[in-house]
């Protein structure tokens, strides 16, 4: 997918799983399409690695046009993301066994929702004013950054003048995902995956990469939604602590969603991470349903230094979250631990 193949970043974890990103300079003049053509001419077919294709989709990742697809091999099977940026292409791949191949999923989709490329990928026009920022050093996130009441956090400033806090007026709504969610007028929605949506500020505004996301995760490895609950979780932590990040989990607690009569014991964590020398810090919550295996897995991340500046927002998206369609009327909650309502 590149005049030259650079393996950035080699994972193999005790699971079982392995991924791998690669980075090269964007010069095939075909596209993506191009190139996934080519991968499959030699490694697709009867007696080659991979026997069948699942899919094949255009989609998004951190902002940038992506091709994605999903091939069955006969030991492993393989998942393939490939993002083009305004220089290089960027390629995320994911190989588990076949029969753990789900399993792990949660994981590589952790990874690669953390995925950032520098300032100078993106279009000339946007990002000038993010990449001349200087990183922050990395230092301990202050304490009403930490999960702890209400929404998950600690009571948060409401913004200054110039920097008012925007209220999430406009509505998502998916019956087939199971909740809606509210965002900001100015903000736009991206259907990154089938089952993964990403709030974020418009291109070239400072709000671009802060982003809010709400993705549906099914493991295989459990039979009750509180299960589900557990084994995301624990996948998610594992996810970026293998991604050589220097990832550090600063919060970890449970939360309670208390809502129209649902009352759904989930997770929350807050972690720091470095990603192309830049700190990042994202905030997750982890909630089952009623009934079954799919689990939501809402996200907030940003960059250190503006991550407590869009935190009161994310905390207003996350309040406005509601489970639709849950087949069961679960049981009253115990008090003590963060509350949604």
Not at 12 to 23: C, H
Not at 190 to 202: I, Q
Not at 271 to 290: D, K, M, S
Request: proline share 7%.
């Amino acid at each position: 997918m590149a005049q030259r193949d650079g393996l950035d970043l080699l994972i193999r974890d005790r699971a079982g799983f392995v991924v791998k990103v690669q980075t090269g300079n964007a010069v095939d003049k075909g596209g993506l399409a191009n190139s996934f053509a080519k991968l499959e001419q030699a490694h697709l077919g009867e007696g080659r690695k991979w026997r069948s294709r699942r899919y094949r989709k255009q989609t998004t990742l951190a902002g940038l046009p992506a091709l994605e697809a999903v091939y069955d091999g006969r030991e492993v099977n393989t998942r393939v993301i490939a993002v083009r940026g305004r220089t290089s292409d960027f390629v995320l791949m994911y190989f588990a066994p076949p029969a753990v191949f789900d399993r792990h999923m949660p994981a590589f989709e952790a990874i690669a929702g953390s995925f950032r490329p520098a300032a100078d990928q993106y279009p000339a026009t946007a990002r000038k004013a993010e990449a001349s920022q200087a990183p922050q050093a990395s230092q301990p996130p202050r304490p009403e950054a930490e999960p702890a009441q209400g929404n998950g956090l600690k009571p948060a400033s409401r913004g200054d003048a110039s920097h008012p806090v925007p209220r999430p007026t406009r509505q998502f709504a998916n019956a087939t995902l199971g909740y809606s969610i509210a965002y900001p007028q100015e903000w736009v929605a991206v259907r990154e995956t089938p089952y993964m949506v990403v709030f974020s500020g418009a291109k070239g505004s400072e709000a671009y990469f802060a982003t809010v996301s709400v993705q549906n995760v099914q493991p295989q490895d459990a039979s009750t939604p509180r299960e589900a609950a557990v084994s995301v979780h624990a996948s998610l932590k594992r996810g970026l602590a293998a991604a050589g990040t220097q990832a550090r989990i600063v919060a970890d607690k449970a939360i309670v969603y208390d809502k129209d009569g649902q009352v759904l014991h989930g997770h929350q964590f807050l972690v720091i991470y470095r990603q192309n020398g830049r700190e990042f810090a994202q905030w997750t919550v982890v909630l089952p349903r009623t009934a079954g295996t799919v689990t939501h897995v809402w996200s907030y991340a940003a960059p250190r230094r503006t991550f407590d500046l869009y935190r009161p927002l994310a905390a207003k998206m996350l309040k406005t979250l509601t489970i639709t369609g849950s087949e069961q009327t679960p049981t009253r909650s115990s008090t003590g631990k963060s509350v949604v309502k």
